[in-house]
């Protein structure tokens, strides 16, 4: 018999993506040779002596229609058979979009070049695309785990990568995009604007006076060194622990 992705092929059958094809076959004298057909061209041969062959077959590469798909096998005496069951592939286009997991969301780094690994419908190709046009590496070719990586060569600044997965039959959804910015540049410092409760002059009577101010996005904010305010964007307050006596402090950003 002649199975496919786990069930019977039966004449008509419609096939709709790769699959283990496999066959038993028995003969007293031995079976010598066995071999798979599409359309009387050989998919595989096997010539081990076992009973059982079997060949994941990537129904991808042949395009959609009818097929003939053929299974033989002789034994030591030169003595064949065959079988022959008529099945049409029928492959749409890939369902589900790609996904990037490492990074897993937009990122900012100082590295001038980054590996990102992601998902994709497996057996297809994929389409990079990186900073509005097709990367080098691509189209990429999925394997059956379904896992890819590739090489970026980031810009100073806002980098972009989007994906889609296409077959002959066309392309599927596409990938969220992800944003990577390389930033070298140091931030400019941060703006104390405000001080509660404010001073008449510069001399407090409260030990614990608050700041607050404006930053760069992604940066932190330290006082004298010592990190503040955790990395973020938009204004940022922090209450000061001050001494008795004259206090310096210099406001400074590290992204």
Same mark, same amino acid.
Do not use: K
């Given at each position: 018999?002649?199975?496919? !992705? $786990?069930?019977?092929? %039966?004449?008509?059958? =419609? +096939? @709709?993506?790769? /699959?283990?094809?496999?066959?038993?076959?028995?003969?007293?004298?031995?079976?010598?040779?066995?071999?798979?057909?599409?359309?009387?061209?050989?998919?595989?041969?096997?010539?081990?002596?076992?009973?059982?062959?079997?060949?994941?077959?990537?129904?991808?590469?042949?395009?959609?229609?009818?097929?003939?798909?053929?299974?033989?096998?002789?034994?030591?005496?030169?003595?064949?058979?065959?079988?022959?069951?008529?099945?049409?592939?029928?492959?749409?286009?890939?369902?589900?979009?790609?996904?990037?997991?490492?990074? !897993? $969301?937009?990122?900012? %780094?100082?590295?001038? =070049? +980054? @590996?990102?690994? /992601?998902?994709?419908?497996?057996?297809?190709?994929?389409?990079?695309?990186?900073?509005?046009?097709?990367?080098?590496?691509?189209?990429?070719?999925?394997?059956?785990?379904?896992?890819?990586?590739?090489?970026?060569?980031?810009?100073?600044?806002?980098?972009?990568?989007?994906?889609?997965?296409?077959?002959?039959?066309?392309?599927?959804?596409?990938?969220?995009?992800?944003?990577?910015?390389?930033?070298?540049?140091?931030?400019?410092?941060?703006?104390?604007?405000?001080?509660?409760?404010?001073?008449?002059?510069?001399?407090?009577?409260?030990?614990?006076?608050?700041?607050?101010? @404006?930053?760069?996005?992604?940066?932190?904010?330290?006082?004298?060194?010592?990190?503040?305010?955790?990395?973020?964007?938009?204004?940022?307050?922090?209450?000061?622990?001050?001494?008795?006596?004259?206090?310096?402090?210099?406001?400074?950003?590290?992204?």
């Amino acid at each position: 018999n002649l199975v496919f !992705a $786990g069930a019977a092929v %039966t004449n008509g059958r =419609v +096939l @709709t993506g790769p /699959g283990l094809l496999e066959a038993m076959v028995a003969d007293r004298a031995g079976v010598t040779q066995a071999v798979f057909t599409a359309n009387g061209t050989n998919l595989h041969v096997n010539a081990s002596g076992t009973n059982r062959i079997a060949y994941f077959w990537n129904v991808l590469s042949l395009g959609n229609g009818p097929m003939a798909l053929g299974a033989s096998a002789w034994d030591a005496y030169g003595n064949g058979t065959s079988l022959v069951r008529n099945v049409v592939i029928s492959i749409g286009p890939p369902t589900n979009a790609p996904a990037f997991t490492s990074p !897993a $969301g937009n990122v900012w %780094t100082t590295q001038a =070049v +980054l @590996t990102v690994q /992601g998902t994709a419908p497996p057996y297809m190709d994929l389409a990079l695309t990186f900073n509005g046009s097709p990367h080098a590496a691509s189209p990429l070719t999925v394997g059956s785990s379904g896992q890819f990586a590739v090489v970026l060569d980031l810009a100073e600044g806002s980098n972009t990568l989007v994906g889609v997965a296409t077959n002959f039959a066309g392309a599927g959804p596409v990938s969220a995009t992800l944003v990577i910015v390389r930033d070298n540049t140091a931030p400019q410092a941060p703006a104390a604007t405000s001080l509660q409760p404010a001073p008449a002059t510069n001399y407090f009577t409260v030990g614990s006076p608050t700041v607050s101010g @404006t930053r760069e996005a992604q940066t932190s904010v330290r006082v004298n060194g010592t990190q503040r305010v955790a990395l973020g964007a938009g204004d940022w307050s922090t209450t000061l622990a001050l001494a008795e006596g004259l206090n310096s402090l210099a406001f400074t950003a590290q992204d």
